[in-house]
């Protein structure tokens, strides 16, 4: 069988990986991540819709890449977890947020190490998951997983085995704010986030976003006044670095490009904040982490960071309204997902963050 | 000669305009709307580097057209202000901010009504513009100036012979932000906007913006922490509104698009404001203009208004943090420019602010 | 009811028209072209899945618009075309190839114009049809039908009942090519034409083209080796320009743009041709037309003609293969599709090609 | 010194290699490639105007990646050759045509291995360079060189201490035309060959290319009539593998996009030609190399190759016409420059083609 064939393919000095999802956005970047890790091996691809393709014929930028784009997607089920376990160590979990908690329960029995890019693990509390979600909060795992935010997390994930791999729009949102909280550099309320987003994020299917023709030249909010899903986490993972209840306002906004997400936040200065004090609150909190706190009058741009593992950071402060902004750009599918991801397998590992990752990215 | 010649064809029934600076993007816009407009006619084109050229060559969306894009660009003088009060009426002003102010008074002398694009006459304190700008404030002119918002000052606008064009930022922030502040549903400190425009705004000089490799797929704040020209104007004019003295930050950002402006305004809600109070704020002070107040879960998208002279207003509430959501989206060159110029003079000759000019614009 | 109200809205010196299919891409540019023509006015749209809908609904771009956005989308049905024919005096009909023959006959016999923009009229034979389309053709009403491209069928377009708009990349090829058949430029034998495209001419439905992300930054080619419908249609027509069968290949390809055609087309000169007998050939036979023949070094750019009823034509000679290039830049919405559409209208009419149809398109 | 001290990083196993040119695109898609590469390890880096930046001022993208990000761009000059051998034994060129001769010569001489990514060495005859470059051929360093595709000069390759790197149109000719002449499946004349290529290929410097605003939604020809520098490079390579002089003529047009190079290639077959002949062909003159040949109703689209040392290969048969339609897509910075460079570094070290190279692109 092409899989098995596949799996003998991979070295046996390199970690066995699988993906299920592994012909959507985030799984073809996982598949470009993983085939340049230098101890992974791709061991298992899976796919709902298109199981039964070659890969290249789902992921066409894996075209006549020999022991890749051969691959036969295949059809995951719950039920052979046993069988998985004999074929990898680790599986990347792309299902919808509410498919995932009995997929991760079997492969974890089995022995596998899971890395869930669903929401399904990264909220603690019911209450903060169910109106937001609509369906029944996994809540035992969600407590026994681990947020995979190296940055925020680092301790708890060296040797996590269920890791909730976080939002993209959370991410370009904690890696800023975080370190502003945790030094007491901001207030607590009034905090503002307005993101900027590619489509991708969107996902693959043709009827998730508008076509072409009603995206590029245009640029829109959506999910306006609070109503985006990824709220709640914010305000779980800021809160439990400001050790109080943080509420936040995000708003999303759509743009006319395929990757790249851009948060600007907002917030009240406390007396004394000087720039200075929040890039070194930043530096200090993300040193080992795939986070470049920029300096002089650098500001971020998408631009800088398609394809790349690493996040930019860049802050300013308005002495007119003493308002601080706390700014990130990232590539929404690599460190917003994939690479953030593989940073914390990484990381469960035992490996340095950037093991394997691409740091410098296209430019342009 | 040529010019001469084009004024002969300009029909008598109609007032002849000319344009300073018609090879920019405003340039063209303004001859596009011109020459669909039933009153109006071109009679004089100028451009201080292609002067000479025929004007197909510099606005090649004019190739072919008779009697407009075999004009040739003229070099404006001041001086010769009276011999051009014989071939025009109306002058549009294209002219970097520090060169309108002579310019302007030579042809209000001699006669001529102007509708100034530059930023000249904007701001009627010297105060607010010299640290911004640079360069000695008109003070004179900008008061005598009326401020080409005919939303905001309509009755000014009736027989003005100087109007000062708005910045397109600020017309963004206007638009949705003077009915709160009018009609007291918002308080007045802590006003944040966050802007997101395309690159046509920076204008036609190849230096003036990245290239386009270094502006797709990348999105970026500039001007930061207060720093854009726009914000003393908005300043002015909310202030003017509200009745007292608001302080704004506004915080630009460049999106990978040509044309497009979309303002995120975010404010603290008084109590008792509803999103249904807030529109029909809107829809009272905005019922003569060229506004659409946007109902029921509509949003703006600056590509429902590419092309058009009328803006798309909506407005959101967010009751877990009070804040107030007041968006507006514009084409840059259109609404925020050209047409809002030509509205503007519309309004000064007592006719209704849409005449001649597109309300539907290209979709998609 | 809305619509006999909005019936009750156009002024009675204005023709009143339908549109069947108001709410695509097609729908959408005749919606904007007819606001801003002096001699038509809209009185009926009908739209298949949005009907009942209010038109700023469907198409968002005419939002606020009184007397437009307001209308309600109605279902058409050919039973009711008697009654239809008191509401308007002509029918533009976006239906699929397969309905619109039913369509139009209904309408013929109650007397309407008809101005169909599907392909169901535009051949003259059914062998050159049915082996493309898979439908039986309709062959009766498509000899009565006249080809709705007054540069080639001016005389035959005075008075005509039925006209059959254009294909997009059929306009963008005869435009150039025809001149120099007529006029024994080139051979008849070899030509190649390479056509570029955005991809709203796939028209709106999300599954009808790839999401944004897998069409920015991507370009390819489409039904390859001469699969393209529009093939026998720029046969039939350079045939009958050339007094011979000529048969030629095309390939289309799909660009990251929403509108916009070109046409580069590759022909073997006869002996002695010269770019200026080409230019000359072109302007004699498109002197009446909205056609800009380019002088000089000019090239062709989409660009120039976006939202424009004009398309450039230039042409160029390699003496080092004898090869002719014939190249067109047009907008395949407006000059492709809708504007060809009330270009074709007002020669029925007797009136200028250009009335009431935007000749300056944006720039940028 | 930073330069110094940069070299010290490099690790002993590793061979150590310069970039002159290092802040441009090509520039920066080396970097990208080098630092991702097992064997290779970046030593020195020069940018003429940007010398003395931190190397992440002009390469953003290298923002905060230790050990490049800080290196200091140096300015090279060819005086220092000696002082350059002991800092790297591989120098990518990548100056200005007129400037690589000097500088290739130095740097031969003190030893170095020197990959010339400009048009300098690409030609062999000074009769075919001199009329299209307009500058002295540098016939002797010329017919040293080897040029550097593996796909046609592999055995050259081996131990080549001076590379050419070959233009990127060319690259995207040669690859589907050279199996088709070499097997005899096509005509020698006629070949009429319309590329399609993303704007990042015209360089880094503002006034290269059109604005963005300029840019988007527009496509156009240019060097038309067969104009372009890169045709008698293409005739050259086409003339060895034919072992006949081939004349070709060559078309190609802008964009909207900022990597991509798709080659549409129009000949007329040899009687008995088929595509799976044409398929033969290409996957047995490719096998090594880096080129993947689509099967089935694949076609090649530049979204598929993006950031990837691969290309794609197409073929398609016309019966109407008898013509062969060749294609080939490839990202121009990085197949069509920077990637081709290191692929023949790699097969001049004996390494095989793909070593360190990202095989699978970003998709999207």
Partial sequence: MASKDATREVSPDRLRVGIVGAAGYTGAELIRLIHGHPRLGLAYVAAKE??????EEAVPSTSGV??????????????SAPELAERCRVMFLGLPHEASAAAAEALLAAGLTVVDLSAAFRIKEATSYEPWYGHQHATALSRKAVYGLPELHRAD????????????????????LAPLLRAHLIRHDGIVIDTKTGVSGAGRSPTASKPFSETAEGT????????????PEIEQELSLVAGAAIRVLMTPHLLPMTRG?????????????????CRQAAR??????????????????????RGSARAHVAYALDPRTGIVLAMCALDNLSRGASAEALQALNVSMGWPDGLGLPEIGLFP
Same sequence: chains 1, 2, 3, 4.
């Fill in 284 to 305: 200090s909190m993300h040193e080992e982490g795939l986070v470049t706190v920029l300096e002089g009058d650098q500001l971020p741009d998408t631009l800088h960071v």
């Fill in 261 to 277: 997400l851009l948060a600007t936040c907002y917030a009240r200065a406390e007396p004394g904040t000087t720039v200075d004090a």
């Fill in 157 to 176: 994930l060296r040797g996590a085995k269920l890791i909730a791999t976080p939002g993209c729009h959370v991410t370009s949102a904690l890696l800023p």
């Fill in 66 to 79: 020999r022991g890749i784009g051969d691959r036969i997607l295949e059809t995951f089920d719950p039920a």
């Fill in 220 to 231: 829109r909010p959506y999910k306006v006044a609070g109503n985006h899903r990824h709220t």
């Fill in 50 to 55: 298109r199981a039964g393709q070659r890969l």
